[in-house]
């Protein structure tokens, strides 16, 4: 644990000073003029969500130029799957570029691709979508040395796993994760909807992690047949993944999937329902709750208790940091970023 929160403890909101520091670089005299075009906190709501969804991230207009591109950042702290989700952002900004008035889109990573790599997504992008990554950044920033040491402490502060990658490639529906989210918009709270929405979460959980989490199977009860969780997958061995880096810091190889679908905060009740599927000799430690509303405060404290008490790690999510994941994988966000705040959040709450 300890090793843990040295790691993400002060890298809360690392993509929006991402997109500010681009900004900053992009907008230097001698390259031109950029403005970030979205407010630092994500929607309110599914409605502000829907309007902002082809704005793209920064209005970038080269020096010279009199129209500007639409600029779309993706932050990769994990190597994992990283070649899909740059497709999947070539994907999003190529349909964000015929939603608007945008001629050009540019796509900037903020991880170095090999001379392969680029010439495979250039074609995928085609002749009006730009792939910038980190050493185009490099160049760029290098006109000014301290947008330059700016931008290496970022990189130093995001990249965790520099090693590694992996060529498997999915092939989704476009938007398939925004389709997903508005069934789980759409479900009834409490009793009446747990059914639809326990599926819709299940739907969501495999489009988002099915590679990095192997044999997802719904319902499964214990030993003594006294609890039965929704959902258990294992972890794909030798990944760089959020998940391999759960598996190592809390000696697991199983995580376990809770859907609670109260109309409030769920309490401590529900957090102790939860810790009964876990037990260290059954190599499962971990486990993630999608909680309509997300946790109450003293379910947050009792999280906490277990881990101190057990070292068993469970973690809440709201459904709408679910349905934030989903919407953010049509356009290439690797979901992990979001459970990676949510795990320091339980972690920084240990000992309060």
Known sequence: MGTMKE????????????????????????????????????????EEWEMMRFVPDIAFTPSGAA?????????????????????????????????SNYARGALVLSLEID????????????????????????????????????????????????????????????????????????????????RAFEEACHEAIRFLFSRELHKLVPQQ?????LHRMDLIGRIRPDRNSFWALLSSDFGTRYVVFEAKNYASPIGQDAIDITSKYLFRAGLRTVAIVVAREGA???????????????????????????????????????????LFDRMDETLMAVGR
């Open 67 to 99: 129209s500007p591109v639409a600029v779309e950042f993706k932050m990769f702290r994990w190597r994992s799957n990283w070649r899909s989700r740059v497709g999947d952002a070539i994907a999003f900004l190529k349909t964000l570029l015929e939603q």
């Open 221 to 225: 009860c214990t030993e003594d047949g």
């Open 296 to 338: 109450s405060e003293q379910a947050i404290k009792t999280s906490a208790g277990h881990l101190r008490e057990d070292r068993k790690f469970i973690m809440v999510i709201s459904k709408d940091d679910l349905c934030a994941m989903l919407e953010g994988a049509d356009s290439g966000d690797p979901p992990e970023n979001l």
């Open 7 to 46: 790691l993400h403890i002060e890298t809360m909101n690392l993509e929006v000073e991402w997109q500010h520091l681009l900004a900053e670089i992009l907008g230097q005299p001698s390259v031109g003029q950029a403005l970030v075009m979205k407010p630092d906190e994500g929607p309110a709501d599914e």
């Open 115 to 194: 001379a392969s790599d680029r010439e495979a997504f250039r074609q995928a992008a085609g002749s009006n979508v730009d792939l910038w990554d980190l050493g185009n950044l490099r160049d760029l920033a290098a006109r000014d040395p301290e947008l330059l040491d700016r931008l290496e402490e970022l990189v130093s502060d995001t990249d965790i796993e520099s090693a590694g990658s992996t060529s498997h490639r999915r092939q989704a529906d476009t938007l398939k994760g925004a389709s997903i989210a508005a069934k789980l918009h759409a479900t009834a709270v409490g009793q009446a909807g747990w």
